[in-house]
């Protein structure tokens, strides 16, 4: 193993704007998710928390439709040398099972693991280090939503002449659809290829799906996760109740399901010489998940020009992996 590592860090994570954006997700009480990913501790404490639910690593059907997917993306990507870009790559597994895939089939690879944590580029590089050599891998730290300039940094930085697959997996759930998705689709070019991974709401029935799934997110490792972010600022658990519930967004006619601090007793705390004051019966949002059908994926990605080539759909109904497009 090499004792360096090159990373690209954009202006959007350095200390100053992160520390603007900390203190903003705590004066609207709102946390920005990028903050469960902030440290060393939660990156480990969310890996674990993957290794342990996430249906890619523990449900065989899941990793086949991942399996099916990947397959179908090498397939299309007709050209001798292909650049993989992982957008919110976490750990990497993913990722490294695609670039597993695109080696064995004789192509030069690329890659750029991308992340908002360092922790996380690093992780996802040593693994793809298995498929890529390291001279064509280029990790690179950025906040994907606040990031305005991501096109051209992507244009100028990553100049070899070859083709695009881009990877989005896990992170729709998380964002803002309408503030999210224009950026992913101007990542990606004509001809290029984006795989897009959500987790989905079972059935027919959109409301009975979303309800069905809220149990998998009250759990310890979660709950464990959440709460590094307030007790890292001197909350303690006893401060109040962490809550899991479905919530209805009006702006996109999409449910959620919304994880929010409830505090019972008031409490003061001061970061950067900024003083916060919760008083008792408010609550401070920790962490959203959206819940999507396949159509309602469809339909999302179709109004930003990003078409739905093929998807796989778990037997659960439960997650779905779509190969797109720019229209
Ligand atoms: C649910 S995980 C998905 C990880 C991986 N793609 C997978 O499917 O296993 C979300 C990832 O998004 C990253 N992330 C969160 N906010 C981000 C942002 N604003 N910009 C870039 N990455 C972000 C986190 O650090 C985390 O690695």
Redesign the pocket.
């Known amino acids: 193993m090499s004792a360096v590592a090159n990373v690209l860090i954009h202006a959007s994570q350095y200390p100053e704007k992160v520390r603007r954006d900390l203190l903003a997700s705590l004066r609207l009480r709102r946390v ?3 903050f ?2 902030d440290s060393v501790k939660q ?1 480990q404490k ?1 890996l674990a928390l ?1 290794q342990a639910y ?1 249906p ?1 690593r523990n449900d065989a059907d899941c990793a086949a439709i991942y399996d099916r997917a990947f397959a179908a993306a090498a397939a299309r990507a007709r050209s001798k040398a292909v650049h993989v870009i ?10 490294a099972r695609l670039l597993k895939l695109l080696k064995a089939s004789g192509r030069e690879i690329f890659y750029t693991p ?4 360092t922790a ?1 580029v690093l992780t996802a590089r040593q693994t793809a280090l298995a498929s890529v050599p390291d001279k064509n891998c280029f990790p690179f730290v ?5 990031a305005k300039d991501l096109t051209t940094t992507f244009a100028s930085r990553f100049t070899f002449h070859v083709s695009r697959l881009t ?5 729709i ?3 803002e659809p309408q503030l999210i998705l224009p950026k992913l689709a101007s990542l990606v070019r004509p001809k290029d290829l984006l795989l897009f ?1 959500a987790n989905l709401a079972p059935g027919a029935d959109y409301t009975a799906g979303v309800k069905k799934i809220l149990p998998q997110y009250d759990n310890a490792l979660t709950r464990d996760w959440l709460m590094t972010f307030l007790l890292d600022l001197g909350v303690e658990r006893n401060d109040g109740q962490l809550r899991f519930k479905i919530g209805d967004d009006r702006t996109n006619g999409l449910k959620r399901i919304v994880a929010g601090f409830h505090f019972t007793r008031s409490l003061r705390i001061e970061v950067d010489s900024e003083t916060f004051d919760f008083r008792a019966g408010e609550t401070i949002r920790l962490f959203f998940s959206y819940r999507y059908t396949p159509e309602r994926v469809r339909k999302v990605l179709g109004q930003y020009g990003l078409e739905v080539c093929e998807r796989w759909i778990t037997k659960s109904e439960e997650e779905g992996v779509f190969l797109c497009r720019k229209r």
Do not use: E, I, R
Request: net charge negative.
């Open positions: 920005n998710h990028k469960h990913y990156t969310w993957h996430s890619a992982g957008l919110g790559c976490g750990g990497g597994q993913k990722d991308c992340d908002v944590s996380m950025c906040d994907l939503a606040t990877t989005f997996f896990g992170m759930p998380n964002f991974s």
